[in-house]
């Protein structure tokens, strides 16, 4: 898949899993699922 | 991410949980957060695919990394706010409070829809028939 646009608002967005710095993976539907979320992109690489 | 460390009690006092994410691997995000005394999980996208998924893949920088985004995601997953930024380094706080003390729960606010200044027909209907019922003069008061 190429140029996919980011979400907007009202979209749904993607679900993933990734694993987090301690080596857990974790779903976004579950980090979702207990209360709203803030999901932060960042650049990185710093 | 120091920024919303900061203010990290704010967004949990507003019942939101933090979540951040990268194309760093699990070394170098555990260092970032350690480094930074981060409260919230870090996550990390080395195959840039989730980064690709959200559109947000920036080529040209440093072999490939993510171009800064906040989103605010319901418990469905679906965005009830956005903020892109492929200019400058960081995410302005100050638009996302705004828009998270407004109560993210409620929709966003229905903008009436005007369909045109001339009376429809079925108006001058409704006009003609209250004309002839009630007289074309308001009661007096």
């Known amino acids: ?46 | 991410m120091a920024e919303y460390r900061d203010r990290f009690a704010e967004l949990t006092a507003l019942g939101l949980g933090v979540v951040a994410l990268s194309v760093d691997e699990a070394q170098r995000s555990r260092a970032l957060g350690l480094q930074l005394h981060l409260p919230f999980p870090l996550l990390c996208d080395p195959a840039r695919e989730v980064v690709r998924a959200y559109g947000l893949f920036n080529a040209k920088e440093n072999g490939g990394i993510a171009y800064p985004a906040t989103f605010v995601l319901d418990r469905d997953r679906t965005v009830r706010f956005r903020s892109l930024d492929r200019t400058a380094k960081r995410v302005d706080l100050e638009g996302l409070f705004t828009f998270l003390r407004s109560g993210i729960s409620s929709p966003p606010p229905a903008v009436p829809v005007r369909s045109g200044i001339v009376p429809r027909a079925r108006d001058w209907l409704r006009i003609a028939r209250n004309m002839l019922r009630y007289g074309i003069r308001s009661p007096k008061p």
């Open chain 1, 1 to 46: 898949m190429t140029h996919l646009a980011p979400p907007n608002v009202t979209d749904v967005a993607p679900d993933f899993t990734l694993s987090d710095a301690s080596g857990t993976p974790r779903r976004l539907a579950d980090l979702c699922a207990e209360q709203p979320l803030l999901l932060v992109f960042y650049r990185g690489h710093w």
